[in-house]
């Protein structure tokens, strides 16, 4: 596709609930971010997939979050049991993964979560 | 690891000047610029290599000190279109976290006509 994808745009749900987010990343690339900005707020890092590397879990805030990549191109963020702190625009970003290259981040419109 | 970016925020006449600095605690690989309008997706406007290499997009340019772990994003004659919120990414090493960019809290900048 032309760029990075997500959805839905826009999710509303209770807390307690379980929400999947979903991302497609432009075709090609090998690397994949979910970051986490709320209101006013700078970009919080959540995970990192490269490849078929192991990936990087270390900004997931909790073991309700989860995300797994499948077939190295579409990501599902997970969060369970939802909390109203957990209410942000959930961002991903794609990039290429060439030896030595720059990797430019390429940022999805967004999942603006809201918890009731 | 999250670089510090001042200032917070930059109120601008249309053809004013204005300087955004990002700074880290650790020596960086690379140095990345976005920007962010409101209710959008960040943009990416550049990258900057150690060298101290400095680079222009437009009236928008930046430098990159390796030396200070420090870069600075100049805009301008500024536009009423360059309003938004700017965020440096900071790559600090190519080893296991290849990719992964820090980001600072960012600096919201207005233009006023």
């Known amino acids: 596709g032309a760029g990075v994808s997500q959805s839905p745009s826009n999710k509303v749900t209770e807390k307690g609930k379980d929400v999947e987010l979903r991302c497609d990343p432009i075709?090609?690339?090998?690397?994949l971010y979910w970051y986490r900005q709320s209101l006013g707020q700078g970009l919080e890092f959540l995970i990192y997939f490269q490849g078929n590397s192991a990936p990087d879990k270390s900004g997931l805030p909790s073991d309700r979050f989860s995300a797994e990549r499948t077939g190295g191109s579409v990501s599902t963020l997970t969060i369970q049991r939802t909390q109203q702190e957990d209410s942000a625009v959930y961002l991903c970003?794609?990039?290429?993964?060439?030896?030595?290259?720059?990797?430019?981040?390429?940022f999805g419109p967004g999942t603006r979560l809201l918890v009731l | 690891q999250q670089p510090v970016q001042s200032p917070q925020a930059v109120i601008l006449r249309e053809g004013e000047d204005a300087v955004i600095n990002c700074s880290s605690s650790k020596a960086l690989y690379s140095v990345h610029w976005y920007r962010q309008k409101h209710g959008e997706a960040p943009v990416f406007l550049m990258i900057?290599?150690?060298?101290?290499e400095q680079k222009g997009h437009d009236k928008i340019s930046a430098s990159f000190n390796e030396k200070k772990q420090q870069s600075s994003l100049y805009l301008t004659a500024s536009q009423l279109s360059y309003s938004g919120t700017y965020f440096c990414g900071t790559e600090v090493d190519r080893g296991s976290t290849l990719g992964r960019l820090y980001f600072g809290r960012g600096t919201q900048l207005t233009v006023w006509p």
């Open positions: 970003a794609s990039s290429s993964s060439l030896a030595g290259g720059l990797q430019t981040q390429y």
């Open positions: 900057l290599l150690k060298g101290g």
């Open positions: 075709s090609g690339h090998t690397a």
